[in-house]
């Protein structure tokens, strides 16, 4: 046998073993046996004949369980025969889990290998705990009876099949069981409302960490909410929360106080859905004290008209902020909290075309208010505004779009420079020109701010050439153009000769020469695209003696 | 257990801040190593602590080739002075070795010798070596099946047919 990684002949390759030497065992060995079969052989008598055949099918059935316990002989030999258990344990315990964290079945090859890998398998219930219920039933209750009293990490993920009353009763009734908790259904037509899964998660949960619950909800027939005894009230050590698609969170439950990270996704549109005021939101926030990582998604509740928000909630200990709501509702949660300097934070709002240049002008100052504060200590921070009616149409693409998203690079140097990605699609009718946008964004800035610009124009944008100057004539620190095709012609038009492309067939980017005399840091170009281990999209050609914030010879 | 023999002190040379320890192979090969290189060892720290006890210095004679002994001094060598949560004795364990780059390349050597480092990380209580060996292993079965396996790691299929066709297996579907 061969080595796959190093052609190395191994010791534990099958020795080759000659016809004499194997016609020597049985004439040795098994010949003594048949010898005695002789006789019984030359007999006529129906009842010799009877005693032979017995005779015979006793050696044929003996033979399987001896070239066994050879093989098992043998296997003893095999150096990873010779590890401990516990190595071997170790070794199972790998069985892969791919990013999505659902279980494999590798260990149900594990345990068909040999005697030695089942037997050391099935006698570590530590390594059956993760099941997957999706894969196979008949599995998940071996899997079950293998895991013995070890915590439970329970996997279902329905996306073309429903899931059953039997799945439902197995999670229900071992909650007390079971540590992480994922429950995933994909499938429109079920949503497992039949099993009112959502609503019978009552039982305390003792043992449980990590609680995942997402269900489809296309049609909106109903609402799905989490019932506000869930888990009996008795989560201990439950420090994560997902939850998407309910149209209710049980804001005030008391299994919450632990959370180390909670992301809830609420079914947009639900506007009539029963909801808690802002003020149970702060106070469960405030009852969190572990808190690091929060991702409210359209959970914010409706403005009341007389609702007047003044107090301050302190954030500060997280380490991840995402926020994705209307933008009213946002800028009113904006004004309200406290974040560290040092958070990563992504926010985005929706809002709908009528009121568009209102609520960005809004929620840009509140925007810009965070951005001065974090100035000189902020690592990271994005903006994400998403502009048009997607806030009434639910599951369809917004139709227009500007995205804004500010990095500041780790550096040792406190004024590392903000890198503002703008990034346009579509056009916005009611604001006739979207360079309004990032007009009103660059006006806020502060005037210290050193702040490094690139533009995103993406398909669809109508930009007239008006536009584009108004663009370049704003953004006097604006270093880098990356657009796609269609709008290729309207930026030639304005920017003159394209110089360079780069790109695959359905994306065109190019290079403008004139704007490297616009562009006021060349050395920071690595970090304008700063996600780890790519480079910069586009590489822009100019000389490197440019003297930074050195503006000149705009050809247009 | 090991087998201890007392050795005379010009044979381990070294007083003072960092201490020689004499490790002694199964193929009789002598091998002087630091002490604080070998402090990854649960194994050599205890019998350390034994020596200190009796004022005594020994040789520690190991139960594996010169060869494996070389491969996981040279990994304790690589990470002397590291913090690595699996090996400390007072934190908890963690649920998976992490992946350690240095590592995969350290353990990128033939079948026998990743099963023989494993089997000398696993004496010498190196829990860091062992998970990473268990991972490079078990990357070697990743998404196999079970014939494949057993040829991977030359292993005989010693079921009876009355095992092979047991409850459990017919779920395999």
């Known amino acids: ?556 | 257990m090991p087998t201890i023999v007392s050795v005379d002190d010009s044979t381990v040379p070294g007083e003072g801040s960092s201490r020689l320890l004499l490790l002694v192979s199964s193929d009789n090969k002598h091998i002087v190593v630091e002490e604080d290189i070998m402090s990854r060892s649960r194994f050599i720290s205890k019998q350390v602590e034994g020596f200190e006890a009796t004022s005594q210095r020994h040789a520690i004679l190991l139960p594996f080739s010169s060869f494996v002994l070389n491969k996981v001094i040279e990994y304790c060598s690589h990470y002397r002075g590291y913090y690595l949560l699996e090996d400390d004795p007072d934190a908890a364990p963690p649920g998976r070795s992490p992946v350690r780059e240095w590592d995969q390349e350290f353990l990128d050597v033939d079948r026998n010798m990743l099963l023989r480092i494993i089997k000398a990380a696993h004496y010498l209580e190196i829990k860091s070596l062992v998970g990473s060996c268990a991972r490079a292993i078990a990357d070697m079965i990743r998404g196999k099946t079970t014939e494949e396996m057993r040829e991977i790691l030359g292993v005989e299929n010693d079921f009876t047919p009355e095992e092979e066709h047991s409850p459990s297996s017919k779920c395999t579907g």
């Open chain 1, 1 to 556: 046998m061969l080595d796959g990684r190093k052609g190395i002949e191994v010791e534990t390759a099958r020795s080759d073993v000659s016809d004499s030497i194997a016609s020597s065992y049985w004439s040795a060995s098994a010949g003594s046996r048949l010898a005695t079969l002789e006789s019984a052989l030359s007999r006529t008598d129906p009842a010799g004949i009877s005693g032979a055949y017995k005779q015979l099918d006793g050696e044929i059935l003996a033979l399987p369980t001896a070239l066994s316990t050879f093989r098992t002989r043998r296997n003893a030999l095999s150096p990873i025969c010779c590890l401990p258990p516990e190595t071997l344990v170790h070794i199972f315990s790998f069985d892969p889990t791919p990013d999505d964290g659902k279980p494999t079945y590798n260990l149900m090859h594990i345990t068909h290998v040999c005697r030695r890998w089942r037997v050391v398998a099935i006698g570590c219930p530590s390594l059956w705990g993760r099941i997957n219920l999706a894969v196979d039933p008949r599995w998940a209750r071996e899997m079950l009876g293998r895991a013995k009293a070890t915590p439970l990490s329970l996997f279902i993920e329905r996306s073309q099949d429903k899931m059953t009353k039997d799945d439902v009763d197995l999670i229900v009734n071992r909650l007390h069981h079971i540590r992480d908790l994922r429950l995933i259904n994909r499938n429109i037509d079920d949503t497992a409302r039949s099993c009112k899964l959502h609503q019978r998660l009552t039982a305390p949960a003792p043992l449980l960490e990590s609680f995942w619950l997402h269900i489809s909800n296309a049609d909106h027939e109903e609402w799905l909410t989490l019932s506000e005894n869930i888990f009996d009230g008795h989560a201990p050590r439950l420090q994560q929360f997902k939850v998407d698609n309910l149209a209710y969170f049980p804001w005030q439950s008391p299994v919450l106080s632990g959370l180390v990270e909670l992301s809830i996704s609420l079914d947009s549109s639900s506007f009539s859905a029963p909801s808690h005021p802002l003020n149970d939101i702060f106070d469960a926030f405030e009852r969190m004290p572990a808190l690091r990582i929060v991702n409210p998604y359209s959970c914010l509740p409706q403005l009341v008209s007389h609702e007047q928000h003044n107090r301050v909630v302190d954030l500060t200990r997280l380490s991840q902020f995402t926020l994705f709501d209307d933008v009213c509702l946002s800028t009113q949660f904006m004004q309200c909290v406290r974040l560290s300097p040092g958070a990563e934070t992504e926010i985005g709002l929706r809002c709908s075309m009528t009121r568009a240049d209102d609520s960005i002008d809004a929620f840009f100052a509140v925007l810009v208010a965070h951005l001065g504060v974090s100035h000189c200590v902020f690592p990271r921070l994005e903006f994400y505004t998403d502009v048009g009616d997607s806030m009434l149409v639910h599951d369809e693409e917004p139709f227009a779009y500007v995205r804004i998203d500010a990095h500041r690079t780790l550096s040792e140097e406190d004024n590392a420079p903000l890198i503002l990605y703008f990034h346009v699609d579509y056009a916005l009718p009611k604001y006739a020109n979207s360079t309004k946008v990032l007009e009103t964004f660059c006006a806020m800035l502060p005037d210290n701010m050193d702040s490094v610009l690139r533009l995103d124009v993406h398909t669809g944008v109508d930009w007239t050439v008006d536009d584009w100057v108004g663009i370049l004539s704003i953004a006097n620190n604006l270093v880098e153009i990356h657009a796609a095709s269609e709008s290729t012609d309207t930026i030639c038009d304005a920017l003159g000769t394209v110089v360079e492309w780069k790109g695959d067939e359905d994306e065109h980017a190019f290079v403008c020469p004139q704007l490297s005399s616009l562009t006021l840091s060349f050395a920071l170009l690595e970090n304008l695209y700063p996600y780890p281990g790519q480079p910069p999209p586009l590489a822009l050609r100019m000389p490197q003696s440019l003297e930074k914030r050195q503006r000149s010879g705009l050809q247009l």
